[in-house]
């Protein structure tokens, strides 16, 4: 017993050393290495040098104080920590060519790894450090040099693609990350993003960019093991998405929590991109406002499975539609949705353009059509399984008018399948429900629903098109003057 209490007092005294040593790594400040806060001065070499120089040292970190350090790319190494106190900013240039791309995908960014472990981004004191990608200034560049002919490039719609645009950070392959109170604004493209990463936590960032187009908030790519909690997230493009780019991984044991966020698009959002799928995710507590499209969207269109979902305690305000499932075959692939769970949600759907007003607002598109029902719609197929809806209210506009758009309930053939096309929730065109629309379900339990139309509205709350084991209890429909309707239409 005495070996025993013995032995467990070493190792708790080694473990103890070894902390002692992972805290004792030292800190160096970016003027050691004449790296200059001046705002005009070029420093991408020598911050890569430092970078470089503290890695090969056994590891620290390279500590930036108040001023502004103009930089293009930079590659963190393992076991470095970039910390960026209150005041210090990381600014972009705004030449694209001081951008490097990844060997493995030939995507650019500011902050970029790849196949490194145990790096951080920190910012200290109060709201830390910021990252500005002067994302407009670099993104009318790229065009510029388009129409100079410097850079070749289809300049669809009128702007660079997404592949010569860079990001302020992608990591790639790596593990055991930490990002923590840092601002990231204003960037060319995506404004973050982690692709096949392992064991990362990302805590307290403040990602302000609705500087150009594709500005997505923050992409989780084939990740496994992320955390994501207490941020605040506003994007031109969708907040917060979760995306599978390769059939070999899943984008799996991922958390959502405590998080805001605003969007031209999606607010949370599993997809488009799908090919090897989504499994174990927890969305808790969230909000989501002003946002054009869905306030929780979840697809399974690539071939890919999306399976053992949770979304818990969901508020939404001001946005163009709730929910949204929809299960497609864009690569002419089956896919898979299985265990998806909505409860305890809140939400406001808006009479119009919610995003109205923002500098990129999302497109007018998919009209004439009155404003759109909850969409859980799967594929004859590849029906989805086993949805639970439990402890929900929404509050839709209604005003559906079928003198500008209508759909019988004797005539749900006319709403189209549509297993090719980019699935949006408005893609379907005219619904005849305004509450939900439900097709190719197998397993619906639908418990403690409450759903109010502020104005009367010629639909049904519910339609039920080809649904199997189903239960809905607990359901309570307001509408004006909607008592003589029957809440819910089904054709089995």
């Avoid at 410097?150 to 392959?173: M, Y």
């Avoid at 590849?382 to 209210?393: D, G, M, P, R, Y």
Wanted: hydrophobic share 35%; with cysteine; glycine share 10%.
């Amino acid at each position: 017993m005495k070996k025993s209490i013995i032995t467990l007092i070493l190792l708790v005294l080694v473990g103890l050393g070894n902390i002692s040593a992972q805290e004792a790594k030292p800190i160096y400040n970016a003027s050691k290495f004449g790296i200059r806060s001046d705002g005009v001065t070029m420093n991408t070499r020598s911050i890569q040098y430092a970078i470089d120089w503290i890695s090969e040292q056994g590891g620290g970190t390279l500590r930036f104080w108040v001023g502004r350090y103009l930089t293009g790319s930079i590659h963190l190494k393992s076991n470095v920590t970039i910390e960026l106190v209150e005041g210090a900013i990381l600014v972009g240039s705004t030449n694209p060519f001081d951008y490097d791309r990844f060997n493995a995908i030939g995507d650019r960014a500011l902050i970029m790894a790849e196949g490194v472990e145990n790096i951080k981004l920190i910012g200290v004191y109060n709201s830390g450090g910021c990252i500005d990608g002067q994302g407009r200034e670099l993104g009318n560049n790229c065009t510029e040099m388009v129409h100079a002919g410097v850079i070749n490039d289809r300049l669809s719609n009128d702007r660079v693609g997404e592949g010569f645009r860079p990001r302020l950070l992608h990591f790639r392959e790596c593990k055991n990350i930490e990002v923590q109170n840092v601002t990231f604004r204003n960037a060319a493209n995506w404004v973050t993003m982690y692709d096949q990463c392992e064991n990362t936590v990302v805590d307290n960032v403040r990602i302000q960019s609705c500087a150009f187009w594709n500005n997505d908030g923050i992409d989780i790519v084939d990740c496994d093991g992320f955390l994501l909690k207490d941020s605040y997230i506003n994007s031109s493009d969708d907040a917060i998405c979760l995306k599978s780019h390769t059939n070999k991984k899943i984008c799996q044991n991922v958390e959502v929590r405590n998080c805001t966020a605003r969007s031209s698009a999606s607010g949370i959002k599993f997809g488009t991109m799908g090919a090897g799928g989504f499994k174990n995710v927890k969305i808790i507590n969230n909000r989501v406002y002003d946002t054009y499209r869905s306030a929780i969207t979840i697809q399974s269109v690539d071939g890919g499975i999306c399976e053992n979902i949770l979304v818990d305690s969901l508020n939404a305000v001001n946005v163009g539609n709730a929910i949204y499932l929809n299960v497609g075959a864009r690569r002419d692939k089956q896919s898979f949705m299985n265990g998806i769970t909505i409860s305890n949600m809140y939400c406001e759907v808006a009479a119009s353009k919610p995003d109205a007003g923002y500098e990129y607002e999302g497109p007018v598109e998919d009209l004439p059509r009155n404003i759109s029902p909850c969409g859980i719609i799967g594929l004859k197929d590849s029906k989805i399984k086993n949805v639970t809806l439990e402890n929900i209210e929404i509050i839709f506009p209604g005003g559906g008018d079928k003198h500008y758009a209508y759909v019988g309930l004797d005539e749900l053939d006319k709403v189209p399948e549509m297993p090719k096309a980019y699935p949006e929730f408005s893609q379907h065109m005219e619904l005849p429900a305004w509450g939900f629309f439900v097709r190719h379900v197998d397993g619906l339990t639908m418990k403690n629903i409450k759903l109010t139309a502020l104005k009367k509205d010629y639909r049904t709350a519910i339609v039920l098109d080809n649904v199997q084991n189903h239960a809905i209890s607990k359901l309570e429909v307001i509408e004006p003057n909607g008592k003589k309707k029957d809440a819910i239409f089904e054709r089995k």
